[in-house]
């Protein structure tokens, strides 16, 4: 009977509905570019209420010992976008009070979150001192995930899921916060991120060093 309780769980939590949603402006573009819908996932009330929970206590881990940059604004409580705007603005006016030439380069990586390893997620959250406990729960979270995609017309078939986050999860924002992390450390200007969106600055008196 409990074995029956835990497989029938088990596969509650690893099924997912997948919706394609227009991005705001590709809709009004490419209505019927595939590549121009996000894959929003309808989850089960049952693996949403148990995400929320976990991605609570990983988020209290994550604050109290500083797992994430300060320099990132997305998916973080007490933040919000204006937040880094009004960061790299003041920044760069800064610069410019100076006479110094201000450039930056926005960077917004494709497909990000659905581009994301699983293998190499485990190793992230192993390297912010997460239990062993903690790492096998979501070794079991994240294998033999299976989703499918359903619109008006057809529902395709089941087919595994390798690599990325559901979408619209609880926890997903919080585990590629934590993938993505170490990147700005690798940047040598100016930085901010807000979820995988990544500005980096440099400003210099030579027009040509900014350049």
């Known amino acids: 009977m409990a074995l029956s309780l835990i497989l029938t769980l ?13 991005k705001v402006l590709a809709s009004l573009l490419f209505n019927t570019d595939p ?10 009330i049952l693996g949403r209420t148990l995400e929320k929970l976990v991605a609570s206590q990983l988020y209290s881990w994550c604050e109290e010992n500083t797992i994430l940059p300060p320099k990132q604004f997305g998916f973080r409580r007490h933040s919000r976008c204006e937040m880094a705007l009004f960061s790299a ?10 006479r110094h030439f201000v450039g930056a380069l926005l960077l917004d990586f494709t497909k990000a979150f659905d581009s ?15 239990s062993k406990d903690t790492i096998t729960w979501f070794c079991n979270y994240l294998t033999d995930r ?11 078939e089941w087919m595994t899921v390798s690599t990325g986050f559901p979408r619209g999860s609880g926890i997903s ?12 450390c690798h940047c040598l200007s100016s930085n901010l991120q807000f979820a995988d969106d ?11 060093v900014v350049a």
């Open 198 to 208: 990544t500005t980096l600055a440099a400003a210099d008196p030579s027009l040509t």
């Open 35 to 44: 590549s121009n819908y996000r894959p929003i996932s309808v989850l089960p």
């Open 173 to 184: 924002p919080l585990l590629f916060n934590i993938f993505i992390r170490r990147l700005l």
């Open 146 to 156: 299976q989703q499918r995609v359903v619109t008006y017309e057809q529902v395709t």
């Open 10 to 22: 088990t596969l509650i939590l690893t099924l997912t509905l997948t919706c394609p949603t227009n």
């Open 89 to 98: 603005v003041d920044s760069w006016m800064e610069s410019v009070d100076k």
């Open 116 to 130: 994301v390893p699983h293998q190499l997620l485990l190793k992230e959250l192993q390297s912010t001192g997460c």
